[in-house]
């Protein structure tokens, strides 16, 4: 019988399925669970060393001789930094040892309790990395549990072989082993990016490739020539050229997806997406289709919740790779999801909005551009317009998604006064256009019905104003151009993009919030009626 505690048995099963064999176990109260649970696992073999200094050494040499990792669990408190110099010394040998402390729950520490310090990061710059796992209540619990450990042995084995911590608090009662059989557990594997691993995928029948944020754009020409391969879901954020992933996740969000659209592997490339929608579409995908990311410096980012295989790459080397391979793709899955794609680029193309911050982007978008101009998007929903309608590749702050900073090419109006100091910078020449979108507030909270009822919503929440951007223009010195209704606003995007100036231009395109959101769920609706073949 194994512990009652959910989180030691994860950590048990996943100790086996990455290959670990042999733990070196210290005595200890608060580590009684994780020994009892590494004695009876028969995939695991014991050694029992008293001291904690000498029982990490231990572990080191086991290594060595096995030449395989090993792990060295103790209990509580200050028995965690006996462990210390063979972790430093494992790390230089690129020898890493597995190192399982056992904890007080946090609630504990400080509150001048036996045996409790902070444990997680005790380790400092001798550990690759450092790990608390969470004692588990809901589903998110059990997959941060899952994930941490699983990141926790990705490390260990990285080329550099670092040490690793597991940090594993647990509440009493200790002694309840009341569990017949380890859980099945998602095992996520580690490879480095191969020719054979290249050929395995691009053999896919139905192979996507989600591309996620990059630094600098992906080349439009191999994404379409991937695209007559493999199932290509994007947004600006990565290549250049107009994307409809997002209208596609909500045509089947609302209209459900056909067997034939069902993909095998998923791909995922870069950093983040725009798109919930297609973050909700990966993660309730069937447990049949397996999932791969591909990260640069071996980090791991389970956005789907499902990564079976982490791949350490460049992903612009993949994406030549794969473009380059051999496979056999099934055309009706391809031709499937081009179907779909049509039927929105035509409702896409019929759909025309009245005066508005869409309207807005929508014209901005259509005037060419010069050579080295750069658009660069605030956050929120000028990013979604920008995505929506402007082809160019979307320059934006979509790391943390702030909108610290975001004084820019086309930006909204909270983000715009937020960020007023930027203007007052002397360097600032007339070849910067800034299109402010001025709709009274963050208009796109008002996209949720349930905060309707909250008297928080238009002060709070939304930020409600009434401030308008022409005295902060004189202040800075800035052309200021204003947009109230259709006509003055196709006139504005013509002069932002030819008027001649030794100071930076501004357009301010004053809209209704609520006719904004109108209009935005107008656009999503219309999609539902369009034309299907």
């Known amino acids: ?135 588990i209540h809901c589903d998110d619990d059990r997959w941060l549990c899952n994930r941490l450990v699983n990141e926790a042995f990705i490390a260990l084995a990285r080329p550099a072989h670092p040490s ?47 591309l996620g944020q990059t630094r600098s754009e992906t080349d439009a020409t191999l994404t379409a020539s991937l695209s007559k391969r493999a199932l290509v879901l994007s947004d600006q954020l990565s290549f250049r050229g107009l994307s409809f992933t997002d209208r596609m996740m909500y045509l089947l969000d609302q209209e459900g997806m056909p067997s034939e659209m069902m993909p095998e592997k998923v791909v995922y490339l870069g950093g983040n997406t725009v798109s919930k929608r297609l973050r909700r579409w990966l993660r309730t995908l069937p447990e049949s289709v397996e999932h791969i990311v591909v990260s640069e410096d071996g980090t791991l980012h389970d956005v789907s919740r499902r990564t079976a295989l982490l791949v350490e790459a460049e992903p612009q080397t993949v994406l030549e790779d794969l473009n380059m391979a051999t496979g056999c793709p099934d055309a009706s899955f391809l031709e499937a999801w081009g179907r779909l794609e049509a039927r929105i680029r035509r409702a896409h193309e019929a759909f025309r909005p009245g005066f508005s911050s869409m309207l807005a982007v929508k014209l901005l978008a259509e005037q060419a551009t010069s050579e080295g ?48 100091t930027a203007l007052s910078q002397q360097e600032l020449g007339g070849n910067l256009r800034i299109l402010l979108l001025n709709n009274g507030g963050g208009a796109i909270f008002r996209a949720f019905d349930a905060l309707k009822e909250s008297p928080a919503r238009d002060r709070l929440v939304t930020a409600s104003h009434a401030t308008g951007a022409e005295d902060l223009c004189r202040l800075y010195g800035i052309t200021h151009l204003k947009a109230e209704d259709e006509e003055s606003l196709r006139e504005g995007i013509a002069q932002l993009a030819s008027v001649k100036s030794l100071r930076p231009v501004l357009l301010e395109v004053v809209t209704d919030g609520e006719e904004d959101m109108r209009l935005w769920r107008e656009f999503y609706r219309s999609l539902l009626n369009s034309d299907i073949h």
């Open 373 to 420: 101009e750069v658009r660069v998007y605030a956050n929120s929903m000028s990013v979604r317009l920008g995505t929506s309608f402007d082809p160019h590749f979307i320059h934006c702050n979509r790391g943390l998604n702030g909108i610290e900073g975001t004084l820019s090419t086309v930006i909204g109006d909270l983000s715009a006064f937020y960020d007023q």
């Open 164 to 210: 690793v911590h597991i940090n594993v608090p647990v509440s009493e009662p200790l002694f309840r082993f009341t569990e017949p059989g380890l859980p099945s557990e998602r095992f996520i594997r580690y490879s480095r990016w191969s020719p054979e691993l290249c050929n395995a995928l691009a053999s896919t029948s139905r192979l996507a490739v989600v």
């Open 1 to 135: 019988m194994y512990s009652e505690y959910l989180h030691i048995n994860i950590l048990t099963a996943l100790m086996t399925a990455h290959g670990l064999r042999h733990v070196v176990v210290s005595p200890g109260n608060r580590n009684a669970p994780l020994a009892h649970n590494f004695e009876v696992c028969p995939d695991l073999i014991c050694h029992a060393v008293t001291d904690e200094r000498s029982a990490a050494f231990t572990a080191l040499g086991l290594s060595e001789a096995l030449d395989e990792p090993v792990a060295v669990c103790v209990t509580s408190g200050s028995a965690l930094l006996g462990t210390l110099p063979a972790a430093a010394e494992a790390t230089y040998r690129q020898r890493g040892i597995l190192v399982i402390s056992a904890d007080r729950p946090a609630a504990w520490i400080g509150q001048l309790d036996g045996q409790t310090m902070p444990q997680q990061g005790a380790l400092g710059s001798f550990a690759g990395l450092s790990v608390s796992l969470p004692e």
